[in-house]
């Protein structure tokens, strides 16, 4: 198992090492904290069914819940019938 992390740990480090070295070959200056914030912003976003259900939780009148609710049926395939 920690070989398994430990090889994914070296692919990313390799991603990004490749895109900042990309940059600055480029000379395209790259913020580095930015670059992080962006990372585990993506690293963390929430899935759309979290989303739409929020959404329709929160929903204040009928055409947000509609919508809410014909999104979520959407992603689980239970719009067929």
């Known amino acids: 198992m920690s070989g398994l992390l430990t090889a994914i740990w070296r692919t990313l480090c390799d991603v990004l090492l490749f895109w ?3 940059s600055l070959a480029l000379h395209v200056p790259i913020n580095d904290a930015k ?13 759309p069914v ?3 259900s929020e959404i329709l939780r929160d ?20 719009d067929l019938w």
């Open 59 to 78: 929903a204040k009148n009928y055409e947000d819940w509609e919508e809410a609710s014909f999104q979520l049926d959407v992603l689980s395939g239970n």
């Open 35 to 47: 670059c992080l914030q962006q990372f585990f912003s993506w690293l963390t976003r929430k899935r």
């Open 50 to 52: 979290e989303l739409w």
């Open 20 to 22: 900042q070295t990309a």
